[in-house]
Every structure is written in structure tokens, then in C-alpha cells.
């Protein structure tokens, strides 16, 4: 085994999650699944780290970790807002940008 | 081309099953918290497959952040959209899961291939030299000299992610729609409303669920005493039937 199954494995996580995007319509499980992408990245971006004997990859871990916090906080709450006017958190409902 | 150690392998048999299950389960899941649950086991294993991988910090702040923090942000904001807000299986586009699903698989196998196939020949540097004077030492002082731009950009986005949600989720009430107290108590003690407060759920020798409801003086179930989310438990004969606790055990 080499380090590179780890890459492999990101590989399918991420395309797991880009199944969940097209698939699901729940607003919030749409967002699960756009972290698990992130996560996806994560991984494979620790990999390269340990594969190139560095540790830029894992700060950028980090960073994608900060980035993906502040579109959590930001896209739940859009979601809330969404929610509270249309009662409904299904991404199929929400077709107009109004009310 | 190098062998990663025994106890790794074993660690990577056993946790990259159950990280793509928890990725898969996570899509499938019906219930919208089980999706998150099965999210948090992923986002585990991902967190022990960083500490495996010589980056003890960023597997620490993967448990602590992502499912200390996000997974529980997650799920409160489902408990307040309802637990009940699960997916439609409708479809609004035919064939648009075949499609999807197909998608998927292809882009999982032409990414997997090909990265094992461009990476496969690299020899692995290992970790050991720049984590020489430990990880976190090794992590701020490239934060703090290479990347310290990006690290002060970061703070930025934080506070404006805090504004920006704050904003969001304020709601602004006029005056004129304030209700005042003494309107509220009037409200309170007109007809056809009950002023008291609601009846807790039933605790019983045999269940103190919150979804059993409590008993009325007549033995009906009390539709109130139980939040109207939860499915509603009837009560079974062996738990209506007297317990004989008056009579000390003894049947009369």
C-alpha cells in the first residue's frame, strides 16, 4: 500500500458528494454534501503534504477548514431566512428571489 | 514507491470502509439527521486518517471543528427548520438520479485512476523533517511568516461571516407589531383558551418517554401533554392495566 489510497479515497468521497448535490433537494443535506467535497479536498491535500515532505498542504487544509466555517455560518443562515418566509427548505420551492 | 508501516495499514483497512459508508449513507439517508450523523462518522475518520498522516493538528481541529462545531451547527439549524423537513422523492427531472448516479461513478473513476496513476510513481517524502521540532511549531511558523497574509485576510472573512449571519437572522419587528403585556394576558384568558400551562408527559412505571402522553382524569391520553412533532404513543394494555400500587402488590 502507498500513501497515494489516500488520494483514491478522496477521489471517491468527493465524487460521493458531487452525487448528493445533483440527488438530494434538502437544502441543509445539499450542505453536508458540499463539506463532505471540502473534506474530500482536505484529505487529499494533507496527502500531497506528506508527499511532498512539506507542510504547505496542511495549511491549506486549514484554511479550506476557516473558509468552509464561514460558509457554513452564512449558508444556514440564508437557509433560516429561506425557511422563515417560504416554510419550506427544499431547494425545488425556492425558484424565485423575491419574497 | 513506499511501503506505509503495518499499524497504518490496518488503520486505513478499516477506516476507509467506513468513511465511503458514512459518505454513502449520508446521501441515501431519507431523515436529514441521519444524514448528518452519518456525516460525523466520515468526517471521524478523516480526522484519525490526518493524525495517521503526521498531521496530529489538523486531525485534532477536523474532530473539534468540523464535527464538534459544524456537524452541531448542522443540526440545530434542523431542529429549528423542523425534524420532519425530509426530501421529496419526487422527481422534478426524469432520469435525473440515473444521470446523476452515472456522473458520479465516472467522475469518481477517472479521478481515482488518474491521480493513483500520475501519483503512483512519486516517492513519498515523508513528514519526519518538517515536523522535526513538533507539528504545531512547524505549522505557525509557516502561518506566521509565509502565509501571514492569508492568515490576516482570514480574520476578515470570520468577522464578516458573523456580521453577515447576524444580519440574516435578525428580525426586524416594528413598533406598532410589538405585542405589550397587558394584551398578551387578555388573549390568554379569553374563552376557548386554556390559560394554564400545558400538562407535562406521562411518567409511569413502565415508560417516561416524552412521547407518551399523559393520562386525563377519565384515562384518556392527553392530547396536550405531548409536543404535537412527536409521533403520538398509545399506551398498551399491559401499561393501562392497574399495577396494584395502592394495594401494595396484593390483587384485590
Known sequence: ?99 | MIDVSWGEQVVFYILAPIAVIGALGMVMARNAVHSALWLVLTMLSLGVFYIVQAGPFIGMVQIIVYTGAIMMLFLFVLMLVGRDASDSVIETLRGQKVAAIALGVGLGVLLGTGLYRGTVDLTPVGLAEANKNGNVQGLASLIFTKYVWAFEVTSALLISAAVGAMILAHVERRKDERIGQAAMMKERFLPGNYPGPKPGPGVYATSNSVATPAKLPDGNPAQRSISPILPLRELEPAEKADKHTLTGGHQS
Do not use: H
Not at chain 1, 7 to 26: D, K, Q, Y
Not at chain 1, 56 to 70: E, K, L, Y
Open chain 1, 1 to 99: 500500500m502507498t500513501p497515494m489510497w489516500y488520494i483514491v479515497l478522496s477521489a471517491i468521497l468527493f465524487s460521493v458528494g458531487a452525487v448528493g448535490v445533483l440527488i438530494r433537494r434538502n437544502a441543509i443535506v445539499l450542505f453536508m454534501c458540499i463539506e463532505l467535497m471540502l473534506n474530500a479536498a482536505n484529505l487529499a491535500l494533507v496527502t500531497f503534504s506528506r508527499i511532498n515532505g512539506t507542510l504547505d498542504g496542511q495549511i491549506m487544509a486549514f484554511f479550506v477548514m476557516v473558509v468552509a466555517a464561514a460558509e457554513v455560518v452564512i449558508g444556514l443562515a440564508i437557509i433560516m431566512l429561506i425557511f422563515r418566509t417560504r416554510r419550506s427548505a427544499s431547494v425545488d420551492d425556492a425558484n424565485l428571489l423575491k419574497y
